[in-house]
């Protein structure tokens, strides 16, 4: 028994060193890309902004996936209780990623004169969507905000899909972004349909 | 009930974007020079020099497929990707994040 739960113990230490490294990992290659010779801050862009977006999907994976394992399972509460944090790092990752591209403009006119591109504005909106949720992420706000707090945890729909317009726009195409939030639509999708499949085996 | 206010929110932000980036056409991917064999291009120093001469600020330059792509600020001030003819030296194609603001005829 007591061996049992030191098993725990060191299972949940050792997934909790994975999840860190798992979330440090993109700026760990970004900060490899840099030693390239030919590295320009520009090159940044990309990683640091599909860190963010990946991130945010990942977060937003882990609601549907303990709906569809229930509730009980060790691991998927482990999750649960890590998707606040992992949330928050999607967007720092996206802070990172809008301080990235101020310094490579390095002129507010600059900014300015493209803001109303549309791969540009998605971008900013995004950014300005994503931080409520984001500022809302503690227990303090949890509490101020109340019958509020979900609503505004919600607004990250509207920032994926502003975040899918804003990288096929800017990337060229639209096969990556669809690629990369295939999986956590799917498992939204399988969480709504099954209580439907549910409910007609009951009704019967 | 909340949530279907934050998913029509959604649509109408997906719908704005892709209204709006229908204009701007992801130009990029078929960008084609038509440059024949390497042997022919003149060097993407060449180009650089020619670029500096005419008062663009290059960030960086590279072969992309048959054309030469140049990040850089352009001599009118805007900050852009570019592509040009390896072997005319031509300007084929500007772009500011996605938009097209020159094309060749
Ligand atoms: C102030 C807001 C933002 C600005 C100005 C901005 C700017 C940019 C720029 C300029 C690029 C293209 C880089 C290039 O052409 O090489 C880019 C790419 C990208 N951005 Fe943003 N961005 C912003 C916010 C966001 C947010 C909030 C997210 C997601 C949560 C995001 C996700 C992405 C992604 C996924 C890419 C493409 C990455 C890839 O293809 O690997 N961006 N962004």
């Known amino acids: ?204 | 009930m909340k949530a279907s206010l934050s998913l029509r929110l959604a649509a109408a932000l997906m719908g704005a974007g892709l209204a709006c980036a229908s204009g701007t056409a992801l130009a990029h991917g078929n960008v084609t020079c038509n440059a024949g064999p390497k042997e022919n291009w003149k060097s993407l120093d060449t180009l650089k020099a020619k670029m500096t001469a005419e008062g663009w600020k290059i960030t960086k330059a590279h072969p992309n497929k048959d054309c030469y792509e140049v990040y850089g600020i352009t001599p009118e001030g805007d900050k852009v990707e570019s592509f040009w003819h390896p072997v005319t030296l031509e300007k084929r194609l500007v772009l500011r994040r996605g938009q097209v603001l020159y094309k060749a005829p």
């Open chain 1, 1 to 204: 028994m007591v061996n049992g739960v030191g098993q725990m113990r060191s299972w949940r230490r050792i997934a909790n060193v994975a999840l860190a490294v798992l979330l440090a990992l993109p700026l760990g290659l970004m900060l490899q890309g840099a030693q390239q010779e030919d590295w320009v801050l520009a090159d940044a862009l990309p990683p640091s902004g599909e860190a963010a977006a990946l991130i945010m999907f990942a977060a937003m994976a882990i609601g549907p996936l303990a709906r569809l394992a229930g509730g009980r399972s060790e691991a998927v509460r482990w999750l649960m209780r890590r998707r606040r944090n992992i949330g928050v790092v999607a967007f720092a990752y996206a802070a990172l990623h809008l301080g990235i591209y101020i310094v490579d403009m390095g002129a507010f006119d600059l900014m300015l004169a493209e803001i109303g591109a549309p791969g540009i504005w998605t971008g900013w909106l995004a950014l300005a969507l994503m931080a409520l949720p984001a500022a809302a992420s503690n227990d303090r706000a949890m509490r101020f905000l109340r019958g509020w707090w979900k609503p505004v945890q919600r607004l990250v729909y509207p920032v994926v899909a502003l975040t899918l317009v804003h990288w096929a726009i800017l990337m060229y195409g639209w096969r990556e972004p669809l690629v990369h939030v295939a999986p956590m639509l799917a498992l939204y999708a399988a969480a709504v349909i099954r209580p439907l499949f549910a409910r007609k085996r009951t009704d019967r």
